[in-house]
């Protein structure tokens, strides 16, 4: 994993309304990547709390480092980050958010589009993230690719299409979407990847993909398809983090999650007066590696942090971001004396 190229490292989550598949489609994606196989997955490194599992629930967002060979021989770097899909765990799936390049949103094929799925769909656009839609439990013999697809449209976005079947009308409607793509298509009959990907990260197109996440059903599509349309970024040179998580360890140590969105991050560094780097953590699931820095696009714990807190931005990321979800009550536990 050392020898991989920081610029391939991707950072995306798996979003969606709950009992959508969101956590089976992450498994999936992991058992794919050779990382674990099927029998270990039952102890899973997501949803690793016994109150996760005993609910079947995703509770608290998670980090899984995994390494994925494309069909073009290109290898990846993921940081899969696996939010939570109940509504009263919003906040902790936003502050996830802020530090995306992509997101997966998981669409149940049964229960179609849900009003929790129409807010998740807000959230993406507010923070601008290119999204791709996974259309989940099409083994279900109830479920229509077509009213499916045209249910996306109407209560998500217009530029929802079927990236499984790229035929003339599938390039004469995207062209549409602009002057520059029209003209490209009149001249060629066709567009261009490069033209699609730049759409996507636009989020001016959003490709849709079916399956069976539980039966393993378009697993390896999606996963061809994701990786071709997904593109470098670009970072600065000075440094820049983004926190969107504080957590602790069994050992009660103090952990800050974040992002680095500009230059490089060492082990003793001191950032401002009072805080010192202790540790870098790179997390897979509840275990992690030790590293002695971390390069732009990477996302890490740190240990050894006092008052940093969830939505801070440090270096060149000077501004707070505030969430737009808020807690319908605030409440607090006064204990006697």
């Not at 959508?20 to 992991?30: Q, V």
């Not at 196989?37 to 980090?63: F, S, V």
């Not at 440094?239 to 504080?246: E, N, Q, T, Y």
């Not at 696009?297 to 969430?323: H, R, S, T, Y």
Request: glycine share 6%; proline share 2%.
């Amino acid at each position: 994993m050392a020898n991989i190229d920081q610029k391939n490292i991707r950072n995306f989550c798996i979003i969606a309304h709950i009992d959508h598949g969101k956590s089976t489609l992450a498994d999936r994606i992991i058992e794919k990547t050779g990382l674990l196989t099927q029998r270990e997955m039952q102890d899973q490194i997501l949803d690793n709390m016994d109150i996760e599992r005993e609910r079947g629930i995703t509770i608290k967002a998670q980090t899984v480092r995994i390494v994925y060979m494309a069909k073009d021989g290109q290898e990846y770097i993921f940081n899969l980050i696996d939010t939570p899909g109940h509504v009263d765990f919003s906040t902790e799936m936003e502050r996830t958010l802020q530090v995306l390049d992509y997101a997966i949103l998981v669409i149940s094929g049964i229960d179609g589009v849900q009003v929790h799925s129409e807010t998740i769909w807000k959230l993406l656009q507010h923070y601008q993230i290119p999204t791709f839609i996974f259309i989940n439990k099409m083994d279900n013999i109830h479920t229509n690719k077509e009213e499916l697809l045209s249910e996306l449209k109407k209560r998500l976005n217009e530029q929802c299409y079927d990236f499984e079947n790229l035929d003339d009308d599938f390039y004469e409607n995207i062209a549409l979407n602009n002057e520059v793509l029209l003209d490209y298509y009149l001249k060629h009959n066709t567009l261009p990847k490069e033209m699609l990907i730049e759409e996507i990260i636009k989020r001016q197109l959003f490709p849709c993909f079916f399956g069976s996440a539980l039966k393993m059903e378009g697993i390896d599509t999606f996963l061809n398809e994701f990786t071709s349309y997904i593109k470098e970024k670009e970072y600065p040179e000075d440094f820049g983090a983004r926190i969107f998580k504080i957590s602790h360890d069994k050992q009660g140590n103090r952990l800050t999650h974040l992002k680095i969105t500009g230059g490089t991050l060492k082990t003793k560094a001191q950032i401002g007066k009072d805080e010192k780097v202790d540790q870098i953590r790179i997390y897979s699931g509840n275990k992690y590696q030790l590293v002695n820095e971390v390069k732009a696009g990477d996302i890490c714990v740190i240990k050894g942090f006092k008052n940093i807190m969830a939505g801070q931005g440090l270096g060149i990321e000077e501004e707070i971001i505030q969430p737009v979800l808020s807690p319908y009550m605030d409440y607090r536990i006064i204990l006697p004396e």
